[in-house]
Nanobody, 121 residues
Framework: QVQLVESGGGLAQPGGSLRLTCAASRSAFSIDIMGWYRQTTGTQRELVAAITRHGSTNYGDSVKGRFTISRDNAGNTVYLQMNSLKPEDTAVYYC???????????????WGQGTLVTVSS
């Protein structure tokens, strides 16, 4: 069973920074896209940032210029550097990974358990 383990959430002051890490367990398949989503109570989960195995990135409009997504060379760990945090960034952040087989065909999508980020003074 493939697992995604997130870490790095916590409390930050407005204007502060946090770094989230998501590490994927070993799998017979490769990861194509890894991303971060966030969700608050009563809202839909929204894309924060995503990165392909080739390094192409995509960001939600509300975090552009403040957050940076990156990935390790092995492609199994993804990071989210969050700067200039705002109270509205408060949410549970979820890591996501799309797995592909050797033919590039979709295999499965895996979610992490979520890590809480709270931005408050």
């Amino acid at each position: 069973q493939v697992q995604l383990v997130e870490s790095g959430g916590g409390l930050a002051q407005p204007g502060g920074s946090l770094r989230l890490t998501c590490a994927a367990s070993r799998s017979a398949f490769s990861i194509d896209i890894m991303g971060w989503y966030r969700q608050t109570t009563g809202t839909q989960r929204e894309l924060v940032a995503a990165i392909t195995r080739h390094g192409s990135t995509n960001y939600g409009d509300s975090v552009k210029g403040r957050f940076t997504i990156s990935r390790d060379n092995a492609g199994n760990t993804v990071y989210l550097q969050m700067n200039s945090l705002k109270p509205e960034d408060t949410a549970v952040y979820y890591c996501n990974a799309d797995y592909r087989d050797s033919n590039g065909d979709y295999v499965s999508e895996v979610w992490g358990q979520g890590t809480l980020v709270t931005v408050s003074s």
